[in-house]
């Protein structure tokens, strides 16, 4: 099996970059990623509240992902599907915050990083806490059509996401802008809560397969998530309620074309069962996700 190195990282999806792997549809393949700070939390002196001011004052560059990866029969015009099916946990991991974030500065007047095990399923918060980990890819995405996009950001090629169905057992679709598609991916968490008020970030290693949809982008204006049980579309904006209605309309193409319903009854089957929820809520632009139950979709007459 193929296995991508996380010493092969970027900090933009960007369509001039060249590929430093290919790999053919259907291929199972092996994505090391490096945490959001680049490995810097494995240098103690690097997590101080100091270090990170200084970092800040200079042009924090975080969020680094693995990639370009060229995807063999990707062109524009394509669905990428993108099969998640393994993401495993490094040992360690960290937490922490930048107060300006949530505008929390008269909380905690420094930046604070805490460094965190993970061991046995588990994130080791305290000697009286452990809590079981739920493993996300928060960056995932393509090359944008004409633009170098920043890892740390979203847009239609996805990004910086932060979604909690971003997980094994996924297929993420994505729009194919450039030949190869140019995946790349990265900032995997431990865990993390709805919005990314927080997480445990680490390194990871993620098992991969993709196949290419002739044509699938046609109707896809922002990136879908199949999960289990769930359909799931992210929309990305700020404001945040843009992302909302961005999502929203997403998912009544998708379950028209699912379905064969007119947007009419899956807008009422919608309001029913289906559910906002916040992605990544830190810095603009936003994503918010319409979360559709696939129990709900019938056959198409």
Known sequence: ????????????????????????????????TEDSRGGRTRVPEHTT???????????????????PIYIEGAMPGDALAVQILEQTCDSLGYMGYWPFLFHLEDYFPRPNTTLVEIR??????????????RPVIGTIGVAPALEAIASGSMGRHCGNVDVQEMAAGSTVYLPVFV?????????????????????????????????????????????????????????IATPLEEAARQALREMLVWIEERTGMSRHEAYLLAGCVGDWRPGQVQIPNYSMRCIFPKQYLRSRP
């Open 1 to 32: 099996m193929q296995r991508i190195a996380r010493d092969r990282l970027t900090p933009v999806f960007d369509r001039r970059l060249p590929p430093v792997a290919r790999v053919a549809q259907q291929e199972v393949f092996l994505v090391e």
């Open 49 to 67: 509240p100091e270090y990170l001011l200084e970092m800040r004052r200079k042009g924090y560059h975080g969020n680094p992902v693995t990639g």
């Open 120 to 133: 046995g399923g588990h994130v080791l918060f305290a000697d009286d806490i452990r809590i079981p980990v």
């Open 179 to 235: 030949e190869g598609a140019l995946l790349c991916l990265g900032d995997c968490h431990a865990i993390q809560s709805d919005g990314e008020i927080g997480s445990v970030e680490m390194r990871s290693e993620v098992t991969l397969r993709c196949e290419v949809i002739p044509g699938g982008a046609a109707s896809m204006t922002w990136p879908r998530i199949e999960t289990a049980g769930s359909l799931v579309t992210v929309g």
